[in-house]
Each structure stands twice: as C-alpha cells, then as structure tokens.
C-alpha cells in the first residue's frame, strides 16, 4: 500500500524552478516530521529538506536559498519548491516521513529530477 505519493519530478533546464509535492496516508500515525532526501548515482542519500509538525525547516546548505519547503496540514502534504536548479541537483528525490509514535520511517517510491540543458 502506497502511503507516500509522490508527484513533480521531471526534466527541467538549468536556472529553471520545479514544486515536488508528497501527500501522506492517513494511515502513517503521529507524523513528527516530512521531508525530502535525494540520492544521485554513487553518492549517500542526503537530507534536502524537512519541517517538524511544529513547522521548523531544516535545510541542506546546498539548496539554502532556492528550496522552499512547506506544508499543508490539513492535507498532510508538503511541497518543495526549487527554485535556480543546477546540475548538480539532478537526482531521485525521496519524499520521507518520521512517525513519533512507531519511531519508523515512510518513504516514497523516488521520483527523478533532472536538471540539463
């Protein structure tokens, strides 16, 4: 059963924007914080960006600056806008989830973006 979805990814030139948006099951209970991780080929999933449920953001010093990271809490859904993309931003970015009260972790199934010329 799909409890992340994920939606956005894409091609996108260099300088241009793009929003990724990841809706949360209502079957995750308790969700302390959302978030994207991004891993490119060869390298560590990283941590992009994450907001608590008391609506702090924590930000990777890469993208500081041009990702926006917001939430709807109604809609248990957060949106990440990127804004000046390069290329190094290109990767399969994973929409992540972090229960207080199972303590586990959700992920989504990975959406690519790409960002070329």
């Known amino acids: 059963q799909v409890q992340l979805v994920e939606s956005g990814g894409g091609l996108v030139q260099p300088g241009g924007s793009l929003t990724l948006s990841c809706a949360a099951s209502r079957s995750i209970f308790s969700i302390y914080a959302m978030g994207w991780y991004r891993q490119a080929p060869g390298k560590q999933r990283e941590l992009v960006a994450r907001?608590?449920?008391?609506?702090?953001?924590d930000y990777a010093d890469s993208v500081k600056g041009r990702f926006t990271l917001s939430r709807d809490n109604a809609r248990n859904t957060v949106y990440l806008r990127m804004n000046s993309l390069k290329p190094e931003d290109t990767a399969v970015y994973y929409c992540?989830?972090?229960?207080?009260?199972?303590?586990?972790?959700?992920w989504g199934q990975g959406t690519q973006v790409t960002v070329s010329s």
């Open positions: 907001i608590t449920s008391g609506g702090f953001t």
């Open positions: 992540n989830a972090l229960s207080s009260y199972t303590s586990d972790n959700y």
